[in-house]
């Protein structure tokens, strides 16, 4: 069984077929400012802003896995759901909604069979409380 990365939802990033090379995690917060005069802004934490997470990664389906990836990833985004998002070490990180994937293939076979794809998926962390969750049951 192939080494999971990490799984979002049903999908999972492993080794043999969807993984990826590049994760990029950028967390903001937020501090208001306050002009004074004579003296420095005084600053207020207003609280946390957007989490993202922006995954790149090559697929070789002739390999492993095969063509259905990248669409297995899209499907699951079409759901409009909040997805549960689980590192390969079983670190629950939270809940998160695709915003984007993006998909480049090339080195092209018969009937236009791309031997590499690479993709790039961007997540956002999801914070919508447990009442704006219901709404999904």
């Known amino acids: 069984m192939a ?20 994760l990029n995690r950028s967390t903001e917060y937020r501090w208001a400012r306050q002009a004074r005069i004579g003296t420095n802004d005084a600053l207020q934490f207003t609280g946390l802003g957007p989490d993202t997470i922006e995954l790149e990664g090559v697929i070789y389906p002739h390999f492993r896995g095969g063509l259905k990836q990248v669409d297995k990833m899209r499907t699951q ?17 939270g809940l998160w909604v695709v915003e984007a994937i993006s998909e480049g293939q090339e080195i092209m076979a018969a009937q236009g069979v791309p ?23």
């Open 3 to 22: 080494e999971v990365m990490m799984q979002l939802g049903f999908f999972q990033f492993s080794i043999d077929d969807a993984a990826y090379q590049r």
């Open 77 to 93: 985004a079409s759901l409009g759901l909040p997805l549960p998002l689980v590192s390969g070490i079983g670190k629950v990180l």
């Open 115 to 137: 031997y590499k794809q690479e993709f790039t998926m961007r997540m956002a962390k999801y914070d919508g409380g447990l009442r704006s969750l219901l709404r999904f049951f």
